[in-house]
C-alpha cells in the first residue's frame, strides 16, 4: 500500500538560507513522486515530478528533489529562500497501476523570515 | 484556462441541503478524481473514476456520490450536508504514459456547511 510520511509539519529558515523539507514514502509498485506548494487561499501548483528518467529531479523557482530508492526519500531542496517560497509543501505519491491515485502527505508549512 | 474546471468555488450550505460539485476537463483523460483538504491531513481521496461508467470509492467516500457518465464530466453529490463536510474540494484528471502518471487539479472548491 502507498503511504507518505512529511517529517515535519513546520519548517522556519531566514531568507536566503538553504531550505530542506523531508519526505518518505512507501509504495508497491515503481511510483511517480510529486512536490506540490500551495499559497493561501488558491490550488496547488506543482514544484515538480520524479518518473524514473533521472533521481535528481530539478524544478520551477529553483526547488529540486532527489529520488533515493534505498532510504524510500525524496526531500525537496532549494539552496537560497525567498520570501515568495512561504507557503505549504505537499509530497503526493502515485503508484503506476490502473487507478492513477494520489496519496499526499500530510503538508510542510515553510516560513521565510526577513 | 482549458483543463480542469471546479463549479462553484465558493459555497454555503445550510445543513441537511444537497448540492453538487461540477468538474469538467476537456483533455480526454481517463482518470478523475475528488479529494478535500483540511487543515494538518493534507488531501484526501473521496472518489475516483478511471473511465466513463467507472468510479470506486477512495479513503472518504461516506457522504458523497458520484457518476461519470462522460468522459469529460465527474459531479460529486453531497446528498445531506454535514458540518464535517466543511472543507475545500479539488477535482483532479490525470494520465498515465511513459513518463508516470500526470495530473492536473482545478483550482478548487470552498463549501461551509453551517
Known amino acids: 500500500a502507498q503511504s507518505v510520511t512529511q517529517l515535519d509539519s513546520h519548517v522556519s529558515v531566514s531568507e536566503g538560507t538553504p531550505v530542506l523539507l523531508r519526505c518518505n514514502y512507501s509504495s508497491s509498485y515503481s511510483p511517480s513522486l510529486f512536490w506540490y506548494v500551495q499559497h493561501p487561499n488558491k490550488g496547488l501548483q506543482l514544484l515538480l515530478k520524479?518518473?524514473?528518467?533521472?533521481?535528481l529531479v530539478k524544478g520551477i523557482n529553483g526547488f529540486e528533489a532527489e529520488f533515493k530508492k534505498s532510504e524510500t526519500s525524496f526531500h525537496l531542496t532549494k539552496p537560497s529562500a525567498h520570501m515568495s517560497d512561504a507557503a505549504e509543501y505537499f509530497c503526493?505519491?502515485?503508484?503506476?497501476?490502473?487507478?492513477?491515485?494520489?496519496?499526499f502527505g500530510t503538508g510542510t508549512l515553510l516560513a521565510v523570515q526577513p | 484556462n482549458a483543463g480542469v474546471t471546479q463549479t462553484p468555488k465558493f459555497q454555503v450550505l445550510k445543513t441537511g441541503q444537497s448540492m453538487t460539485l461540477q468538474c469538467a476537463q476537456d483533455m480526454n483523460h481517463e482518470y478523475m478524481s475528488w479529494y478535500r483538504q483540511d487543515p494538518g491531513m493534507g488531501l484526501r481521496l473521496i472518489h475516483y473514476s478511471v473511465g466513463a461508467g467507472i468510479t470506486d470509492q477512495g479513503e472518504v467516500p461516506n457522504g458523497y456520490n458520484v457518476s461519470r457518465s462522460t468522459t469529460e464530466d465527474f459531479p460529486l453529490r453531497l446528498l445531506s450536508a454535514a458540518p464535517s463536510q466543511t472543507s475545500v474540494y479539488f477535482c483532479?484528471?490525470?494520465?498515465?504514459?511513459?513518463?508516470?502518471?500526470?495530473?492536473?487539479f482545478g483550482e478548487g472548491s470552498w463549501l461551509t456547511v453551517v
Open positions: 483532479a484528471s490525470s494520465y498515465s504514459g511513459q513518463d508516470g502518471n500526470t495530473i492536473y
Open positions: 503526493v505519491v502515485s503508484d503506476r497501476d490502473a487507478t492513477n491515485k494520489l496519496i
Open positions: 520524479y518518473t524514473s528518467a533521472a533521481t
